[in-house]
């Protein structure tokens, strides 16, 4: 077997790794390291849990012990050099022996971005980077988009008939889909780090948008569970309830307004435990609405990898119309609601030249319904 081959093996070990901490290491990046001791045995494996805890390469050299001196160690991220949380993983590496360090890909934290490569590599350390980068920056495009452009990614969660509508004229809308679909759901709010939706959402359902361990459907639910989304309410004027269970649920509740917002009910919202953000279009102050790319930036500062938007027609197709979506995940139910029915987004296009075209990454059946994943492709 070839030393490629032998890398991309145990890289693709590091990997699953790191996909146990899916839900739980946000802000952080999700890492995994495996170590290989010189015959070929692994002698050391870990993966990064919650932000604050040790790094992935820190559990897998504590299971290693002696045995890491003259190892390899496998990492689906640069190890970081600088003091954060924790102390750097590359000076671990490097007190602990490793003769040779293999990165999935390079860190593009500016606090890293090459330094830790660097500096094991000034200790006599041999390096290796970019075996399977593709699939390393696949657990982290969330992070990798945060720190390259200061948004997060943004996902829209998205649930329709065969015919494309989301809810009835009157605005019914439970339940579209199955219940599998929904649990499907609860894995993409538990994977985000915020929820952004719209008033009328709010108005219609009163929705609580948190992650509820009984209908996420995985074994350490309850964990998951103790982080919850920061939720994100647009809301120009301030119609949301002071008694939302939006407001009320567990975690923490950002309400997004504009100048026109009533200075009494923003004190009544703040009493009820939410926090009151006003962001107004600086561009046109004619627009009473929140400016779309102010909000964004300003989940990138609190540190947001990965922001799903579940909301109603109206601000769905803002979004799109101004390319803030990053990626749509569609629930297509087995069901025709009719031509009275709302419609997916309200998106006024008026020629073929307008449409919007999106790639298909996933189509899967989801119980009786099935979850289609698209990207919209910049033109």
Known sequence: MTQEAIDRGFMAKAIELARSGWYTTMPNPRVGCVIVDANGHIVGEGWHEKAG??????????????????????????????????????????????????????????????????????????????????????????????????????????????????????????????????????????QSCAIITGAGSILKDNSSLTVRPSELGLANAEEICKRQPLRVVLDSTLQTPVDANIVSGPGNCLIVTTSQFCPEKKALLEQAGAEVLVLDNAEDITDDRVCLPALLAELGRRECNEVLLETG????????????????????????????????????????????????????????????????ISK
Request: glycine share 8%; hydrophobic share 45%.
């Open 53 to 190: 805890e040790p790094h992935a390469e820190v559990h897998a050299l504590r299971m290693a012990g002696m045995k890491a001196k003259g190892a390899t160690a496998y990492v689906t991220l640069e190890p970081c050099s600088h003091f954060g949380r924790t102390p750097p993983c590359a000076e671990a590496l490097k007190a602990a022996g490793i003769a040779r360090v293999v990165a999935a890909i390079q860190d593009v934290n500016p606090s890293v971005a090459g330094k830790g490569m660097a500096m094991l590599q000034k200790a006599g350390i041999e390096t290796r980077s970019g075996v399977l980068e593709d699939e390393a920056r696949a657990l982290n495009e969330g992070f990798f988009k945060r720190m390259s452009t200061g948004i997060p990614l943004v996902r829209a969660k998205l649930a329709m008939s065969l015919d494309g509508r989301t809810a009835m004229a009157s605005g019914e809308s439970q339940w579209i889909t199955g219940p599998m679909a929904r649990s499907e759901v609860q894995k993409l709010r538990a």
């Open 313 to 376: 027609a109206q601000l769905a197709g803002s979004m799109m119309a101004e390319n803030l979506i990053d990626e749509l995940v569609v629930f297509m139910a087995p069901v025709l609601m009719g031509s009275e029915a709302r419609p997916l987004f309200n998106l006024p296009l008026h020629t073929m030249s307008e449409k919007k075209e999106v790639a298909i990454k996933d189509i899967r059946a989801v119980g009786n319904d099935w979850k289609i994943t698209v990207r919209p």
